[in-house]
């Protein structure tokens, strides 16, 4: 009995898989120590980003972690709500703002893959007609999120990771005096992810999706990404000043 009852400790002693956790999650092994796997931050998040861990997760089973591949958070509650609701600041009650969290790091993963690097443009929707993955497009709708794969979209060049990040929205509408809710508390104080011109040994010309010390880790740019592979990735738990 005593080898059954430590199954569930193999997936924290071996490293298991790391997740991308909810905005505010504490360091892993205080988050795994802390969460009671209520399931409250899946209840009131509007996008449904957030899912709660399987049986093969060990002590981590019941805990929330987001796929940003399948569903990123993009800050639709302006709030926080998941760390609002949290009963036990697994997810801190420190932060208020979208911009204050840290769950990670976006990095281009696949240059090669990447639309901007070869200088292609994009047209359509992001990933196809059956993705059902959600925005908050608020040009459109300023609460409701929308269905990605009814968005297309038409660009020169590929800048969908930027034109949709969620940091990159609230620094533009606060530049336009239009903060989110009125509120300049929301607004960031970094940049988060731009374009930058680059040649290519051949001579030809592209543009590098650039990550910025203002990311923090949400997963649209993954999400979105319309490349078969995500050609940009997010690095879990990682900061600026990691990289």
Known sequence: ???ISL?????????AVPRLRPPGALLEQKF?????????CVQVCPVNAIELADLDEGFGIGTPFIDARAQACDFSCDGLQCVLACPTGSLTHEINYSHETR???ARLDKPKLCLAMQGKGFSGVARGPDFPGKLRFDEIDRWNPLNINEQPFDVEICDLCVRTCPIEIR?????AGKPPSGDTNQ???LRAIRLEEVTHADGSKGMRPT???GCVGCGVCEMICPTEEASIVIDIR?????V
Not at 7 to 15: E, F
Not at 32 to 40: D, T
Not at 171 to 175: D, V, Y
Not at 238 to 242: I, S
Request: net charge negative; charged share 15%; proline share 8%.
């Open 7 to 15: 199954i569930g400790l193999v997936p924290v002693l071996s490293g």
């Open 238 to 242: 990682k900061t600026a000043e990691d």
């Open 171 to 175: 620094i533009a509408q606060c530049e």
């Open 1 to 3: 009995m005593v080898g």
């Open 187 to 189: 607004c960031p104080p």
């Open 211 to 213: 990550v910025l010390d």
């Open 103 to 105: 769950m990670g790091f």
């Open 32 to 40: 795994l120590a802390s969460c009671i796997k209520c399931g409250q």
